[in-house]
């Protein structure tokens, strides 16, 4: 299959040129307003089940984009294309997205969002593996290691209050999730057909919250949920994560990785562990002391050495 979306690639499948300003202005949405996503999501999974949450934010945003690109003359896509984009939609949205919803029940946002910061980690190990892809240098083993160090600082014993802790089983799973997002990413860039970058971004919601809906009649039952329970700021919280950070910045994001390589993509996690950090000790007094201002440190520190760190051409 020929690799990407038709609108973000050049020939030969390379990132297509766009205007400097346009790039810049994408990476500063997904840096900032990803960054206060997981504050959203944390307040909306208090009085909303978690799959629900996800699904319906994709749902609605996804059908709203669609629907205004069909009216605005987009033509129909293709069954592959469906097929394609809904594979990228289970990764990103329903292994990615909706897991990490999921587990901010129990994982405090600032937190969620630094585990899930060593995802350049995966990037490049994504990127070694595939056809074509580049061997690690010894740099980016020390990048590794650093960022295990990291994570150690931030996870050991006695360095997250009591009440705050998330069990260790949510961390792996939230790795697990990274992992989903950045395979799904890779799919999106290199195997898919090509599709133009909003419209998939569109069919991705479609298709991925059609299977986050599956997995909420399972994953969601028990939690005895009715519309009046849901509280004022849950409301709030699911719609800025349905407006802003489904229908404005997830189509960016897909149309920043028409433009630019997974890895550079990747660089949010640089700023969004320290927005979600701050925001989660403002505003719902998650922890913050000199350990996890350490472990924050050295896990981006790692992040911008491994994405710093020039791989070496595989051999044939």
């Known amino acids: 299959m020929s690799g990407g979306t038709d609108a973000g690639l050049g020939e030969g499948g390379a990132p297509a040129r766009a205007p400097k300003g346009a790039i810049l202005a994408a990476f500063a949405a997904i840096y900032l307003i990803w960054g206060s996503t997981y504050l959203g999501i944390r307040v909306g999974v208090e009085t909303i089940p978690p799959f629900l949450m996800a699904a319906s934010r994709f749902a609605i ?5 669609f629907t205004v690109l069909r009216l605005r003359g987009a033509p129909w896509p293709t069954l592959l294309q469906w097929r394609d984009q809904a594979v990228v939609g289970v990764f990103l949205l329903l292994g990615g997205n909706s897991v990490v919803t999921w587990c901010e029940l129990r994982v405090p946002s600032g937190i969620t ?9 995966i990037v490049l190990a994504l990127n070694w593996i595939r056809p074509g892809g580049s061997r690690p240098t010894a740099k980016l083993a020390v990048g590794v290691l ?3 160090a990291g994570l150690v600082i931030l996870l050991g014993p006695g360095s997250i209050p009591a009440g705050y802790r998330p069990p260790l089983s949510r961390i792996f799973i939230l790795l697990a999730s990274s992992l989903c997002w950045w395979t799904g990413s890779f799919y999106s860039k290199h195997r898919a057909v090509r599709t133009p970058l909003i419209m998939a971004s569109a069919m991705q919601m ?8 599956l997995a909420a009649q399972f994953l969601d039952r ?7 329970h849901v509280s004022g ?17 997830f189509p960016i994001y897909v149309w920043l990785l028409g433009h630019t ?17 701050i925001l989660g000790w403002a505003i719902l007094r998650e922890p913050l002391n000199f350990r996890i201002a350490l472990a924050t440190a050295i896990i981006i520190g790692a992040v911008v050495l491994i994405n710093l760190t020039r791989a070496k051409p595989r051999d044939a």
């Open 61 to 65: 945003a996804g059908v709203v984009l």
């Open 113 to 121: 969002s630094l585990v899930l910061g060593a995802g350049p980690i």
């Open 146 to 148: 650093i960022g295990v």
């Open 206 to 213: 479609i298709c991925g919250s059609l299977c986050i809906f």
């Open 222 to 228: 028990e939690s005895g949920f009715s519309l009046s």
């Open 233 to 249: 700021r849950s409301w709030i919280a699911f719609a800025y994560l349905t407006t802003v950070g489904s229908a404005v910045v």
């Open 261 to 277: 390589t997974p890895a550079k993509a990747s660089t949010f996690a640089y700023v969004n562990p320290v927005i979600a950090i």
